[in-house]
């Protein structure tokens, strides 16, 4: 397993989580734009944040806007993302994923962590 996110867990509307995705791959995270998505029983994956390899410029899904942040540590091969007054309706599957895999980079996810699962209760 390449990228391993944690930080998922259930918690009351209105609360606050961080998710935290570890790139063990040597090399690459680096030079890889990054990004959560997350996928709720019955909906297709969506993105929700993704952020730019050099620059750490991020961009937001709408849903996320103003109560997401997503940042990287590139010396730690970790990217974040602080979840704040969260909803019931952000209930799902949250997914790492990198940009690159082996020599090929793209403005898609070309690797997937497992996920980790998000639970807002109202």
């Known amino acids: 397993v390449q990228l391993v996110e944690s930080g998922g867990g259930l918690v009351q509307a209105g609360g606050s989580l961080r998710l935290s995705c570890v790139d063990s791959r040597s090399g690459i995270f680096s030079i890889s734009a990054m990004g959560w998505y997350r996928q709720a029983p019955g909906k297709e994956r969506e993105l929700v944040a993704e952020?730019?390899?050099?620059?750490?410029?991020?961009t937001y899904a709408a849903s996320a806007r103003g109560r997401f942040t997503i940042s990287r540590d590139n010396a730690k091969n970790t990217v974040y993302l602080e979840m704040n007054s969260l909803k019931p309706e952000d209930t799902a599957m949250y997914y790492c994923?990198?940009?690159?895999?082996?020599?090929?980079?793209?403005?898609?996810?070309?690797?997937w962590g497992q996920g980790t699962q998000v639970t807002v209760s109202s």
């Open positions: 994923a990198s940009y690159c895999a082996g020599s090929v980079c793209s403005d898609r996810p070309q690797k």
């Open positions: 952020i730019s390899s050099t620059s750490h410029t991020p």
